[in-house]
Structure formats: C-alpha cells, structure tokens
C-alpha cells in the first residue's frame, strides 16, 4: 500500500558501491572463530548419530512390553491388542504371576454389588423397603481386589439368541426356575437357562401380551419409545419390545427373588437394580413415554399415592401408565388372588383417587390390563386443583439421592390446551437426530441448537476411528451390552444405533450440565451415576466400557484407581474398553491397567499425535474363579 513500511526494514543503511565495508576489520576475527566452532559441533553431531547408542525412549513407553506407537492421521492400528474372543468353558486362562497390586478377591465376591450388598442393607430400615436402597460402602470399605468371574465362565450366547437361553454357569442361580416354574419365566436345561417369555401375567409369553397392549394403544407409530418397567422380573416385557423399536429400562430390587436383574442383563436386556422407596428414580423428569408395571407388588395407592407420583414425574406429557394384575379386575379373579374383595376393592379405590388427583385420564380396562393417560400439560388441572397440590418450584430432573415428595410435579407452563408442555418429540427414528426441546428452548445450560449438530457430527468421526482401531466393534454380535461413563449428549450411542446394541448412557452428578433429559428426547436411555460410587448393577454386566474425560472429570474428587477397579467389576471377561483423556491422566490411567491385567495401548486421537488428548485402547483378559 503507498506510503506503509516495508515488511522488513534494515537497522543501517547500505553502504555506497566501492565504499569502505560497515563491518570493522577488528570484527572479523570473531566471526571465524564463532564459524569454526558451528562447524566442528555439526560434524560431531553428525557422528555420534551414525555411532549405535541407547534406543530412542517413546514418551508412551510403559512397563509389561506394550509400548505405544505413534501413528499418522491414518490409523497405525495397534498390532498387540486382540479383542476377539477365545476362551470356551474349558479354556482357563491362568493368572499372570506378574499381577501384585490388585489380586483377585475370594470367590464369595463373585457377584458382589457394593451398593446394594445384603448384609450391609440389613442395618437400615425395612420401612417403605428402605433398606433395599442405595447404601455404599465407606471409603476405608472399599474392596482392593478384582472379582472374578465364576468357574466355567463364557461369554453370553449372541443377540438375539441371548434373548432365550443364557449359560448357567454365567448365573448359577436355579431358585426362580423352581419359585416361577407354573409362570413360563425361566427354564434350566442342562448346562443353560431358557426363558419362554412368560411372566406372571402373561404365562403365554410376552408376546402376545405386548399384542394385547398393542390392541389399546398404538405401539408402531414411533410415538412410544422409551419405557420403564417397574419390578421387572427377568425382564421379558422389556426383551420382547425391542424387536418393536421401543427401548426399556427395567429395574427389580436386589431381593429373595436370586438374580433377577442379572439375568435381564445376561440376556442382552437393558437392566438396572432399584426399587421405588424413599428416593426419586435416578431418571428425569419426562423421560419415559410408557410405565409399566405387570404384578409388581408396589403398593401404588399407599403413602399418600408418593409411587405414583415419582412415575407421573418420569413419564412424558401424553404418556401411558399400564397396570395389570391386582386389583385390576378384581371382581373376575378374587378368588385366585386369595384375597377378599373388599381388600382388592380398596387398592383400587387408593390407585384411582391417586391418579385423578394427577389428571391421568383413565383410557381402558380390559382383560387383565388397565390403561391410564397423562395429559398434555397442566392448563386444565391447575384450573381444577388446588395449588397447594403441585410442587414447589425446584429441579425437578435432579435425581440423585433426591427424596420423593408427595406432590403433583408442575408441567412446563403452555399457553393453549393442545400444546405439549416442554415441547413436543418427534416420533422415532426421526427423534434420533432432531434437536431435543429441551435444547431448541434453552433450557440446558451451554448448549445450542449448533453445539447439538456438531456433537453428533463429532461422534459419527470418533465411532469410525473406534472402528478402525477395534474391529471388532463393527462386527454384528461381538459387543450387545454398552456402557458410556460420560454421555453428554449421548452422540456415541447414536452413532451406534444402527447395530443390534445398546448402551446405558451415563450423565455424571458432577458434571456441568445435567443433559440426560435431552438424551432421553432423543430417543436413547440411561441414568445418573457418580463414578466415587459403585455402579447398582451386577459384575460383569457390560461387554465394553467407554469413558470420555471420566478421569479429568474425578481428579480431586476420589481415587483413579477405585474407578477403574470398578470399571473391571462390571466388564465381562474379555470385554472392551475406550479410555479418552489428557495424555497425563491417561499415563496413570495405563499404569492402573497394567497392573489390572488389562492388555491395553494408548494411540493418538483422531486428529493426529499433536493432539494433547490420547486414547487407550485395552480388553480385559479372561479369567475365572478356581474350579
């Protein structure tokens, strides 16, 4: 441009064509000197580089032989790590003699559930089935040992056959084979376990009772999704309504029924252990488009109707709450029920002035089965009710050791009748990639509309590269049950919707925004968890871990190591891991793995070794209680 300075600018000016040079002859004699010197250091730099020395350390370099490679954009894939499986019942790997600082723990400990351990449960209250809560060990309780799997131990039968048979010496429980032998829930057959379909109700199978509901409400719109089922047996409503694109969270309490959830798990069905007590469910508020509750012994109508009320707080405007069993029905069934009618009389009586004090409209009962309906919103029962029945102002999606309270849970407020209070979803599989209402209205704190695109964009990449780097995550079959410590948006399952998997979605109680609303708009499921606790699940329940900054997330808050010994409790043998953080946790990370017997490999992001965030890639090796 005229008139700017030139990009570079001499200190002096240039001296006149045969004039005497600016440099002054006493300059001279240094300059050679200083050119003497760069000359001899190349020259020895030069042969100390041809001369064998010390091999090259790599900053990933760790002990037990699994040095890390750094690789180009292109994907060096890891060639130690192998995430196939091998082993068959006969197959019993030995232990490393290597393995000192986490041993594995007494055989007794082989479906141990910190949190829901029945001896410590013993010293609460048995009140409202309190003691059948949450109560996690302390700190100095915390067990230091791996837990093992039983003897004879195999990976699960593959989806969907895991559906119906599962290996008995996965879950050597044969009490409900005995206990629900007349209900069709559970069969033994020589070294496996069958199961018909049946249920308590529906002794005929699953099914045709799910036909029976389909019969009274529309199952195969896309407008019911997502769905809970309350003391849900070995899960079979729940098995069965996959196959209808509608994903469950089932949930039993650990009880005198032996390993009820654990076999919901075994086969490949979403499953937690809880029950309805004091606290709320560790869900949001509007996340479930159906409840269900098939015989499942909760007494609705009793506490001032508090059960009922934590189920209109989960269920979405214009959800479905179904019932079947006592008393629905009564009048036809008494006498089986072994029960007087002026008893089942009065449960129903309790049930149906809960639900009118909620504004459920009651749709149909019929058969075995009634059927009740939230409403769109809150418009026409403010105008009804009292005020003072609705719940104060308050988070109503905070969840994590939150006591129920007995009150109406206020919809978000709408300005017509028709409107659905907080917005309404799409209906599935178009809600998968839909920006959630909880997003496009900005109730989640720091993320737009944009940030949601990009986060799905983001994971469909990363899934790709996981893919490439484990292949077996692409191979239909290899990996049913998945765990994702640190959800956010749930862009990691998404991307994975497609294959015959799914995964629990983890939003953590100490991150910054609570997104599982918005995860459960999306049409995915998942829960609350603090990872300074154990997980309410059995050992063994997940075929492969993903943890996205978990550990960044803890520093400070509770140890490394009891994350990932809890990390190891709840993957199966040979089940796999994805680890991404900083490459300074991630070195500790690894070092934890080692000494776990993971065989595991840290490699560079997917944009390259100049990103500070790595990932560790390991499988946990099998292995199993002594015979």
């Given amino acids: 441009m005229g008139g700017s300075s030139p990009h570079y600018t001499p200190l002096s000016k240039a001296t006149p064509s045969g004039g005497i040079s600016f440099f002054k002859k006493s300059k001279l004699y240094p300059l050679a000197l200083l050119t003497i010197l760069c000359s001899l250091s190349y020259l020895f730099g030069a042969w100390h580089n041809a001369v064998p020395a010390n091999p090259t350390v790599n900053c990933f370099t760790t002990s037990q032989n699994t040095t890390t490679e750094p690789h180009p954009t292109s994907t060096n894939v890891p060639q130690k790590l192998d995430f196939a499986t091998h082993h068959t019942a006969e197959n019993d790997v030995a232990l490393s003699a290597e393995i000192k600082a986490f041993p594995p723990c007494d055989v007794k400990y082989s479906e141990y559930t910190p949190c829901e351990d029945q001896e410590r449960s013993l010293k609460f209250d048995r009140d409202r089935l309190i003691y059948r809560e949450r109560h ?12 093992p799997a039983p003897h004879g131990y195999q990976n699960p039968f593959k989806w969907p056959l895991s559906r119906d048979l599962a290996w008995y010496a996965n879950v050597p429980h044969k009490e409900l084979t005995v206990e629900k032998a007349v209900q069709n829930w559970i069969r033994f057959e020589g070294d496996r376990f069958r199961f018909p379909g049946g249920g308590t109700m529906f002794p005929n199978g699953a099914d045709a009772y799910i036909d029976d509901i389909g019969k009274l409400i529309n199952l195969k719109d896309g407008s019911i999704r997502t769905a809970i089922d309350t003391g849900c047996g070995v899960a079979s ?30 086969r490949g069905v979403p499953a937690l252990i809880g029950v309805i ?41 214009g959800g479905y709450w179904i019932l079947s069993g006592p008393p629905i029905n009564w009048k036809k069934y008494w006498r089986g029920w072994e029960r007087t009618m002026d008893d089942l009389n009065a449960e129903q009586m309790q049930i149906e002035n809960v639900t009118n004090s909620l504004c459920w409209n009651k749709l149909v009962e019929r058969n075995d089965i009634s059927i009740w309906q939230k409403p769109l919103n809150h418009l026409s029962c403010k105008k009804s009710k009292k005020s003072s029945l609705f719940c ?5 999606d905070k969840a994590w050791y939150t006591s129920l309270e007995t009150c109406l849970t206020p919809l978000p407020e709408v300005s017509d009748a028709g409107e659905v209070a907080g917005g309404e979803v799409e209906k599935w599989p178009r809600r998968l990639r839909a920006v959630p209402p909880r997003i496009s209205r900005g109730s989640v704190d720091g993320v737009t509309p944009e940030i949601f695109h990009k986060d799905t964009e983001l994971w469909r990449k ?22 994702d410590m640190n959800a956010f948006l749930g862009g990691f399952a998404a991307s994975l919707v497609q294959d015959p998997l799914w995964v629990m979605n983890i939003v953590p109680v100490e991150a910054k925004a609570n997104t599982l609303g918005a995860i459960y708009e999306r049409g995915l499921i998942g829960t609350y968890q603090s990872w300074c606790e154990a997980m309410s699940t059995y050992p063994r329940t997940y075929d492969l871990i993903h943890a996205d900054s978990v550990f960044t997330l803890y520093q400070d808050r509770c140890e ?38 993971w065989d595991s490999r840290i490699v560079d992001h997917e944009d390259g070794p100049l990103e500070r965030e790595k990932l560790l890639f390991a499988v946990k090796l099998y292995w199993t209680a002594p015979a």
Wanted: aromatic share 8%; charged share 30%; proline share 5%.
């Fill in 392 to 396: 104060p102002v308050q988070d109503l």
């Fill in 136 to 147: 996690c060990p302390e700190k100095k309780e915390l067990l230091k040992c791996r837990v």
């Fill in 462 to 483: 990363r899934v790709a590269y996981y893919k490439n780097i484990n292949n077996q995550l692409g191979k239909a079959g290899r990996y049913r049950n998945i765990l």
């Fill in 560 to 597: 490394i190591e009891d994350i990932m010994l809890e990390m190891d409790r709840i993957l199966r043998p040979e089940g796999g891991l994805i680890i991404r953080d900083d490459v300074d946790v991630l070195l500790k990370v690894k070092r934890i793995a080692d000494a776990l017997s």
């Fill in 277 to 317: 007590a004091s606290k709320r469910l560790p869900y949001p508020s509007r996340a479930f488009d159906m409840a269900h509750c098939s015989r499942c012994l909760i007494p609705w109508g009793q506490h001032d109707g508090a059960y009922l009320m934590e189920v209109d707080r989960v269920l979405r405007p």
């Fill in 237 to 266: 409503w729940g098995a069965y309504l996959l196959s209808r694109n509608v994903v469950t969270m089932s949930f039993a309490p650990r009880d005198t029924h032996e390993a009820q959830v654990q076999f919901a798990l075994e």
